[in-house]
């Protein structure tokens, strides 16, 4: 078992997510400080994919002091989200978001609703996360 997470950050558009590379191998108390982290911060943590999101917009060096402050070992690196290739989505409440930042769920009400000029990005977003 390990006491040191390796954590992936990805800044999103008003959020971010980590994924954990080693879940599977941390100790129980290593898990509960990450566990403690994020629902401290009123964040997600999901098990099934070993990630977790945080309604924040904040940088990876923020995310980095952060860390230190509350004691979690970790090492940590950041993932570069390249959002240049996806439309943003132009209407409702995710209004100005990249598609590829949505959460699955809204991805694949999308594919079932949407009938805009993006319906094609979208098929190949679901196809992409394999939903």
């Not at 994924?19 to 994020?38: M, P, R, W, Y």
């Not at 911060?41 to 990630?51: A, H, S």
């Not at 809204?106 to 594919?111: F, N």
Request: charged letters at 30%.
């Amino acid at each position: 078992m390990n006491d040191v997470a390796e954590l992936v950050f990805t800044k999103l558009y008003k959020s971010f997510q980590v994924d954990i590379i080693n879940l599977e191998s941390l100790t129980v108390q290593a898990i509960q400080k990450l566990e403690q982290f994020v629902k401290s911060r009123n964040g997600i943590f999901d098990f099934e994919l070993y990630r977790f999101v945080i309604q924040k917009n904040i940088e990876f060096y923020e995310f980095e002091t952060l860390l230190k402050y509350t004691n979690i070992k970790c090492s940590c690196t950041e993932k570069i989200n390249h959002q240049t290739q996806s439309p943003r989505i132009e209407f409702g409440q995710y209004r100005g978001m990249f598609f590829v930042d949505l959460d699955d769920a809204y991805i694949v009400w999308l594919k079932s609703n949407y009938r805009g000029p993006h319906k094609k990005f979208i098929d190949d977003e679901v196809k992409k996360r394999k939903l």
